[in-house]
């Protein structure tokens, strides 16, 4: 409870009065401005840098059209969470612990702050590759990185974080001027941006995994939990519920347009070149844009990828130590000083630590690493999102601001489709030389059996009496109405169906996390 202290702007706490004509609207947005941004901007981080210029370099412009299905994608995601905080003021694990029991709880969280602290591992991998073109030394160069990011965290005020955010927030417009130095086909990019196609020429089974690559990092497993905690410390209210989902827009318009960015001014960079279709990682680029555009078109790439890993960890860190604050019972919050709340800056001064110490030691399989953190947030992605569905439905969680029918209906599609590509990515690393007929077989097979299950769910449905409505509600009591305390309420009782579908989904997370670990440390070993 308190003001909302946002980096540009403060509202009062209790502050309800109408926003009437431009100019008031524009000063609440410009105060609640910073969660979207921050989450969406912190995708764009080193994994992303890598999977785009990827894409880039190996096929030109011809994938930018994922980007466009991603919209919604990341909206729908980002929307719900937002909602599940400021209508709950509870965090993400904390909810499915309370509502799931203490399986689900403890998985969410342990699941999490495994892949966090790799994806933390693959931020420093950028940060030293940035160094590397720039000259820096890298050894001093991480340990400062570090230093810097837990510093900004650490300050004991949120808006001072904020500010900061917003800087490196400000920082990822780089990518423009580097995308117009590059010269890029504008016109081979907006009708690559709105029609399908697949690179003429390209083996389907490689093109499929680098289009999974593009999902799993741009949706994230930590977004999600990240967003519901950040909304929660900055105080956001119902009230200045639609001003946040602005803030979201603007978050997923950067997002799209640094992530188009990228692979453009890689495409225009390689193209008709040797290195086209050769991709290293994102130094190669650097030196490849340094080389064919100039000299202060790689720095600025490279300080750009600096600046993305930068948020990128303090985004993912925050996340969990959210998560697991939540689920201890540790203050956790930026509005407390480190000496309040040890335990959550501990978690965050220990993940950044154990990350740039890896990094650090010669010889550590840092391109295995990263690939290990594509597969498993593709792996661990559907479940997230299931969870997400199911507490967006939980009448007693949200009351008037449970999901309706149609977006139920697209979640549902977009869940189905995530597990199947979630399986093709897990398929993919098992067996790397998986075929594109594999592949389809697997997305004709799952589109049909999602098919079956729908209609088999919608019969039941039907068949099932009709459970409690949501009584309607004026929109200002609607405004008004917070979930009680979390104590106060009975633990939901599963129906048949979805207890068995919680089952399968847990045997299936276990065994691909398994089979992709025993993977990773064979190839780290070398069979």
């Known amino acids: 409870m308190g003001d909302i202290e946002g980096a540009m702007g403060t509202i009062r706490l209790g502050d309800d009065a109408p926003r009437r004509g431009v100019r008031a609207k524009l000063r609440t947005l410009l105060a609640i401005l910073g969660p979207g941004l921050i989450v969406m901007v912190g995708d764009n981080d080193a994994g992303a840098f890598g999977t785009y210029t990827q894409a880039g370099q190996n096929y030109g412009t011809t994938l930018l059209w994922t980007l466009l299905l991603l919209v919604p994608v990341l909206y729908v995601n980002q929307e719900m969470v937002l909602r599940l905080g400021v209508v709950t003021g509870v965090g993400h694990a904390r909810l499915i612990l309370e509502r799931f029991g203490k399986f689900w709880g403890a998985f969410s969280v342990i699941d999490l702050f495994i892949l966090n602290a790799l994806t933390i591992v693959t931020e420093f991998i950028g940060i030293s590759l940035g160094l590397q073109y ?44 580097i995308f117009f130095l590059s010269g890029p086909n504008l016109g081979e990019m907006a009708t690559n941006f709105v029609l399908p196609g697949m690179p003429p020429g390209s083996q389907l089974s490689t093109v499929m995994l680098l289009i999974i690559g593009i999902v799993g990092t741009t949706v994230a497993p930590w977004q999600l939990f990240f967003q519901q905690s950040y909304v929660i410390d900055k105080r956001i209210t119902p009230r200045f519920m639609n001003y946040e989902k ?43 844009l340094g080389k064919f555009v100039g000299p202060g078109v790689g720095v600025m790439f490279a300080i750009a990828l600096i600046d993305a890993s930068i948020i990128g960890a303090a985004a993912v860190g925050l996340s969990t130590s959210y998560a697991l604050g939540d689920v201890l019972g540790l203050k956790h919050s930026l509005h407390r000083k480190p000496w309040e709340a040890k335990g959550f800056y501990a978690v965050f001064a220990a993940l950044l630590g154990l990350a740039a110490t890896i990094v650090l030691i010669p010889g550590a399989p840092l391109g295995l690493l990263t690939v290990g953190v594509q597969t498993l947030a593709g792996v661990l992605l559907p479940s997230a999102t299931v969870f997400l569905l199911l507490l967006c439905n939980d009448k007693d969680v949200l009351g008037p601001w449970v999901n309706g029918k149609w ?60 459970g409690d409505a949501v009584l309607p509600m004026e929109h200002s009591q609607r405004l008004r109405w917070r979930m009680p305390p979390l104590t106060l309420l009975a633990r939901p009782e599963l129906s048949t169906g979805r207890t068995i579908g919680l089952g399968v989904l847990r045997a299936y997370l276990i065994l691909a996390m398994v089979l992709v670990v025993v993977r990773v440390v064979q190839l780290a070993l070398g069979h």
């Open 134 to 177: 720039l000259g820096i030394p890298q050894i001093p160069g991480v340990i400062v990185a570090a230093v810097l990011v837990l510093g900004a965290v650490s300050t004991g005020s949120f808006k001072r974080f904020e500010r900061v955010s917003m800087v490196l927030v400000a920082g990822s417009l780089l990518l423009v001027p």
């Open 407 to 466: 977006l139920n209906l697209f979640t549902s599609v977009v869940v189905a489709v995530l597990v199947m590509l979630s399986i093709i990515l897990t398929a993919g690393v098992l067996f790397p030389d998986i075929t594109g007929e594999t592949i389809l077989s697997i997305l004709g097979g799952g589109s049909v059996l999602g098919i079956l299950v729908g209609a088999t769910a919608l019969v039941l449905r039907r068949r099932r009496p009709a």
């Open 246 to 288: 602005v803030d979201l827009w603007i978050g997923i318009l950067m997002v799209i347009v640094g992530a188009a960015a990228i692979i453009g001014f890689t495409s225009a960079t390689f193209t008709g070149r040797p290195e086209f279709g050769n991709f290293t990682d994102a130094l190669g680029v650097a030196e490849g």
